[in-house]
């Protein structure tokens, strides 16, 4: 696949007339699919330890496995954090393209995205070196506005043609994402309030969305929660027809507080109440 340099993707179809749909910002082409239903990502690891679940991918051919499955039972697109060798979270060239080649071919089409936050280095520079580096390109990636050196990353990975997902976890990252002129050009705002009590984590979601409704950016929001508050917050998410996530990375709990099986059990669930907001 060409991935033209200094160009975003949706600015290079665009130029091309490739026939880019925005449907939720999700890279789809065609007419209109799924135009009126929320998008939908699962989060299929996130920094777990491998042993926390029986179906936790961490392997490139874990998370091929997990990506048929989880397309197949709603997703629209992926979020992964990559494994080194040895377990360890990565963004290192070699394991990002071997990660992204095995799910690509499980999940064709579908959009994968993956985690860039700063404890997986410890250090801004650096990370910015080692994208610098990266092969094989995702879809997207996550750039936590709460961290150093998150607008400078973002730019570059705008520059290289992967969507950034804008990761804001309180009302001060929204303000730095907005300050920063990058909230317009993000693939989506991901609002990441957190666990707690519902009404708190609903707090600061609004205190973040007082901050994103002043500046006004157009760019789709995405809703999520965490821990006990997931299901709630998917629920919310649906009634406000934002985007929304599932999967081990925000909670291995069925909404009747059961283990989830896999992550495909609970993007089915999630898709199934989507639909019936």
Known sequence: MFRPNCVSRRDFLASTGAGLVAVNEAFLSGAGRQASIPLLKCTING????????????????????????????????????RAADGAESIAPDDIARTLTAMRATAPGTPIGVSTHFRILGDVARRREVVAGWSELPDFASVNFNEDGAPDLARQLIDLGVGVEAGLFHAEAARVC??????????????EPGGGEL????????????????????????????????????????????QTRVGFEDSLEMPDGRTARDNAEMVAEAARRIRAA
């Open 47 to 82: 920094g777990l330890r491998r042993g926390t679940h029986p179906a936790l991918p961490t392997t490139p051919a874990e998370c091929a496995t997990t990506a048929r499955a989880v397309v197949e039972a709603g997703a629209r697109a992926i979020h992964v954090h990559v």
């Open 199 to 242: 009404q708190e984590v609903l707090q600061r979601v609004a205190e973040m969305e007082a901050v994103l409704d002043a500046a006004r950016p157009e760019t789709p929001r995405l809703l999520h929660g965490g821990g006990a508050t997931s299901w709630d917050i998917v629920d919310e998410a649906a009634r406000r027809r934002y």
């Open 178 to 191: 907005v300050q920063s002129g990058l909230a317009p050009r993000c693939l989506r705002l991901m609002l």
